[in-house]
């Protein structure tokens, strides 16, 4: 039924409305998802989450366009593709760049939809024995693992994460009740939504720093042909090992509740680590493209798993999809293998389904996509503000969101120039809320001891390696020093 | 990275050193709120649980001695560094301003009329392109953002005088 001639067309065209929600900043694969879900209420159940789905396979794709071109991430788990990514558009290596992220894109998701597949069961079994405080373990190595890889400076690092956390709490507090750093000012109380920040911090303070180089318009050239796709595959199966590391961290992270994004991060900095040259990071190498886009996309497709198997999203946009599967009248649970096996497995063909055609369009339309790039900047600078004034007010439909981003522009402006660190700003203050939550629960459990996050050996052990990347800068200062005698 | 250029030549408008204080001392005022704020709806272990304020409390006291340490580190770094040249100010500004009054505008005239004047008015100011093409192309993102969003997408954006008048 996935395979009819009608689903196969929702595919393509959820694909290609996928990349353009992934290229422009602003609209992101969970409001593009959002915005389009009623339009999916007539369809059939089938029907309707292969479109949003594939709709979320050409974000996660479009997403590293205009990461290696711009140098503005489409979406949030494409910030560390810019690392490198960038750096070889630079050197007009756009099409290897490019190719590379897209076959990674591919390999990380098809390696999730094979664990989909056979593992859930199994993995489902394993994350339900986690409670609030291997949750909060889980965060608590995701943000110390901020700290432990950047190349930047580590107290400026946890000064921008803080603050993501402070932007997170502000609103209700959605425990008691109570309205927390609102200081009685109406607009504040629903909260700081992470989009606004996004499209602040990277689009508006990407246009300002660009400005400030003088109208030069730094987006890059990004062709792409047959011989440069050969070419670059001939290369990408000497990466195998950090293939393999990647799409596990990947995995791991999408099932917990990390997210691609932070994912996309770790699966950078492990590949930095463990490299030969780990200082041709930064400056436009290939693996530096290839971790990072196949661990966003193995998260960002395991992120369905637990949503199947438990009800619980592993991310944003696996959120919005759940809401589509109550409306559709679907439980998500294990039940949902047993009595709708047509949906699960419907779904699950149009994932291997969807990454292969979804690799094909975004190969085929990269070129569309780069005449973009032949526009003189005065004409892009106005128009991307537009488009983020745009996305910013579509969030909420409110003005207020939209002098917000003007704010979050110029912090993002004098930030990127102090090399304040703008990821874990915005992780924090996405996954504040989740990270406040398992920890208070955690307490609440214990009763108020912090030894519940050493208290078995699975949190333990998470919780001692968070720590580790925490000290990581003193640890490796220490051991430099002791060398050094 | 672009900072490490020398603009020896072009007068400096600032000073690294003194935007990093300024940031530092932005960081410790917020911390310094949070954590005011959090103690005042209660920071501590109430009857059922920890209170509000308990988690952002700690996040306000870490930001504020995160912070610290960066103020020290500002201070204590050498003043020659420039944050940004007098010409650069005047090229971010050109941006940074004229989108300030467009946001201001879409309040009263809508997003659509907004945009239409904002790139028309950029194209012809900074790229010195014709009014004509200035005009059109402005026309075409407009139109195009029109069809995008209140036909194919059915997200309605903001609406000024113009629309109503048209009937939308």
Sequence with gaps: MALSPANIALMLLGIVLGILIGVLPGLGGANGVAILLPLTFSMSPVSGIILLSCIYWGALFGGAITSILFNIPGEPWSVATTFDGYPMAQQGHAGQALTAAFTSSFVGAFVAVLMITFLAPLVAKFALKFGPPEFFAVQLLTFCSFVGMSKGAPWKTLAAMFLGFTLAAIGMDNVTGQLRLTFGFEPMMKGFDFLIAVIGLFGIGEILLTMEEGLAFKGKDGKINAKVVLETWKKLPSYWLSYIRSAAVGCWMGITPGGATPASFMAYGIAKRFSKTPGNFGKGDIEGVIAPETAAHAAGTAALLPMLTLGIPGS???????????????????????????????????????????????????????????????????????????????????????????????????????????????????????????????????SGSMLVFVSNPLVASITTLALVMLFWPLISAVVKRLKAR | MQQETPEAEEASAASKRTLEIV??????????????????????????????????????????????????????????????????????????????????????????????????????????????????????????????????????????????????
């Excluded at chain 1, 032949?374 to 991307?384: E, G, K, M, N």
């Excluded at chain 1, 207020?400 to 522009?409: P, S, T």
Aim: charged share 10%.
């Design chain 2, 23 to 168: 940031t530092a001392v932005f960081f410790l005022l917020v911390g310094s709120v949070v954590m005011w704020d959090s103690s005042r709806i209660g920071a501590g272990w109430g009857s059922e649980g920890p209170q509000s304020g308990y988690f952002p409390f700690y996040i306000g006291l870490l930001m504020n001695v995160a912070s610290a340490v960066n103020l020290l580190l500002a201070l204590k770094s050498s003043k020659a560094e420039s944050f940004v040249s007098k010409p650069a100010v005047k090229l971010v500004l050109a941006i940074f301003l004229p989108c300030l009054v467009y946001v201001g505008a879409m309040q009263w005239l809508g997003l659509y009329m907004a945009s239409l004047i904002f790139i028309a008015v950029f194209m012809r100011w900074q790229g010195r392109f014709s009014v004509l093409k200035s005009g059109l192309t402005s026309l075409v993102v407009v139109v195009v953002l029109f069809v995008m969003f209140e036909i194919w997408f059915k997200v309605p954006l903001i609406k000024g005088p113009l629309e109503a008048a048209l009937g939308y």
């Design chain 1, 316 to 446: 944003p946009t696996a959120a919005v999809l759940l809401g589509g599967l109550l409306v559709w009248g679907l439980q998500p649970g294990p039940l949902l293998f047993v009595e709708q096996k047509d949906f699960v497995w419907g779904l699950i063909a149009s994932m291997y389904l969807g990454n292969i055609a979804g690799l094909i369009v975004v190969l085929l339309t990269v070129p569309w996509f780069a005449a973009i790039l032949r526009i003189p900047f005065s004409i892009i600078a106005p128009v991307i503000l537009v488009i983020c004034a745009v996305g910013a007010y579509t969030v909420h439909s409110s003005m207020f969101d939209v002098w917000l981003m003007m704010g979050f522009g110029v912090m993002g402006y004098v930030f990127k120039k102090l090399d304040y660190p703008l990821a874990p700003l915005v992780l924090a203050l996405v996954l504040g809320d989740m990270a406040e939550n398992a920890f208070r629960q955690s307490l609440l459990g214990s």
